[in-house]
T-cell receptor, first 113, second 111 residues
Framework: NAGVTQTPKFQVLKTGQSMTLQCAQD?????MSWYRQDPGMGLRLIHY???????DQGEVPNGYNVSRSTTEDFPLRLLSAAPSQTSVYFC????????????FGPGTRLLVL | RKEVEQDPGPFNVPEGATVAFNCTYS??????FFWYRQDCRKEPKLLMS???SGNEDGRFTAQLNRASQYISLLIRDSKLSDSATYLC????????????FGKGTSLLVTP
């Protein structure tokens, strides 16, 4: 199993550009989520999904869209990139049960100029 | 007030030392508790779950005190390879099964 994979590893954007961060998992996990990690802030939840076709907002959803058309994939779209979105983005997945371990992808480092 | 609070450290300890980290959480209805480890520029990985009765995994011992709403992690006989950031994590009841992360405690084990 590849686990949770994310692409790209690194990306540089200009303000106003849009892009999609890809996340895929091959563990048949129902639950997938996106976090961003900033220095001094810890990990913050952006959006999450408890199954195909179901998504919801987390703590910091503004400026991001998600969709979940398949169990395996959970892409994160930046609609119009801003310097405040410079961060490291982690995708995670788990079975939908409280207490289940979440598995993280290796992260995408995004710089918005 | 942040839901999960940790002392950021850094904790600098010599090899072989015992070190303890504490963490407090604000939501008394939280049900699941974890310690994750994050190496520099890497993703977080589960170190251990924390159970009400306390649990041990080799050199690592986790304790939960529901009455005081704090979680602890004890590392005995520290190794150089234990150098990392340790994240205290609590489930977020109002975000499906999402997790609330503390900002992490940095540990540096020196020769």
């Amino acid at each position: 199993n590849a686990g949770v994979t994310q692409t790209p590893k690194f990306q540089v954007l200009k303000t106003g550009q849009s892009m999609t961060l890809q996340c895929a998992q091959d563990m048949n996990h129902e639950y997938m989520s996106w976090y961003r990690q900033d220095p001094g802030m810890g990990l913050r939840l952006i959006h999450y999904s408890v199954g195909a076709g179901i998504t919801d907002q987390g703590e910091v959803p503004n400026g991001y869209n998600v969709s979940r058309s398949t169990t395996e994939d959970f892409p994160l779209r930046l609609l119009s990139a801003a310097p405040s979105q410079t961060s490291v983005y982690f995708c995670a997945s788990s079975y939908v049960l409280a207490g289940e371990t979440q598995y993280f992808g290796p992260g995408t480092r995004l710089l918005v100029l | 007030r942040k839901e999960v609070e940790q002392d950021p450290g850094p904790f600098n300890v010599p090899e072989g030392a015992t070190v303890a980290f504490n963490c407090t959480y604000s939501n008394s209805a939280s049900q699941s508790f974890f310690w994750y480890r994050q190496d520099c520029r890497k993703e977080p990985k589960l170190l251990m779950s924390v159970y009400s009765s306390g649990n041990e995994d080799g050199r690592f011992t986790a304790q939960l005190n529901r009455a005081s709403q704090y979680i602890s992690l004890l590392i005995r006989d520290s190794k150089l390879s234990d150098s990392a950031t340790y994240l205290c994590v609590v489930n977020a009841l109002n975000s499906g099964y999402a997790l609330n992360f503390g900002k992490g405690t940095s540990l540096l084990v020196t020769p």
